[in-house]
């Protein structure tokens, strides 16, 4: 195995520990996957996030066919896969967390109550239920994603990706908040939902927001008043 497979082991390991460090797991639950070219490195089945090793992350290619590994890749992988063959994903993330698993459980979508959401790419899909670990789960939630970064997972939890490990963790941390002001909101009152002028004015404006250079002290672009 290459350096670099080495490498992806390594970080799928620190978005395990960072997930479980994040109470957004329990037990032996959730799953993490990260590509590179025609690999992908995913976490074994049954193993614990909060534990796993870099050696028991499993090399599969974009079939699934374990490449290296001493165990077998998480039994959702069909999930993963799917995301990665429909998708432009680097990296993807699945989990149980509370306030998304609690929306999952009795809604059939988080509404975009929040400017932040269109970061997900507005309101979040409830997938269709499905037994785990099934091609018909994977197909659910790989409808659920289109046009998304995230979905929710009916009575089940969460998957997000993104184009690495960072923004597929990002994209889950988002989800989860989202999901718990989304709960507290509905307990004192009816939230409040963006409409299509508000989301298009935010898109706008995140199209120019970031850190931006100032100009070097004592130098002006503009002539003095
Ligand atoms: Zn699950």
């Known amino acids: 195995m290459s350096e670099h497979i080495d490498e992806l082991r390594a970080e799928v390991v620190d978005a395990c520990r960072r997930l479980a460090d994040a109470g957004l797991v329990l037990g032996q639950a959730g799953n993490v996957s990260a590509r590179a070219g025609e690999l992908i490195a995913v976490t074994p089945t049954g193993g614990r996030l909060a534990t796993v090793t870099e050696d028991e992350i499993a090399i599969v290619d974009l079939h699934g066919t374990l490449v290296d590994g001493p165990l077998q890749p998480t039994s959702e992988l069909p999930l993963h896969l799917a995301v990665y063959g429909g998708f432009d994903a680097g990296a993807v993330v699945h989990t149980h967390p509370t306030m998304a698993t609690a929306v999952a ?121």
Not at 141 to 164: F, I, K, P, Q, W
């Open 105 to 225: 459980c009795v809604a059939d979508e988080l509404p975009c109550i929040h400017y932040g959401l269109l970061a997900l790419g507005g309101n979040v899909r409830v997938a269709r239920y499905a037994t785990f670990g099934t091609d018909d789960l994977a197909a659910s939630v790989a409808e659920a994603l289109e046009g998304r970064t995230a979905a929710l997972m009916g009575s089940h939890g969460a998957v997000t990706y993104g184009d690495d490990l960072q923004a597929a963790l990002d994209a889950t941390e988002l989800l989860e908040w989202a999901c718990g002001v989304y709960v507290h909101a509905c307990a004192c009152g009816t939230p409040r939902i963006l409409d299509e002028a508000e989301r298009r004015a935010v898109a706008e404006a995140f199209s120019t927001y970031g850190p931006q250079a100032t100009e070097p002290s004592g130098i002006s672009a503009e002539p003095p008043a």
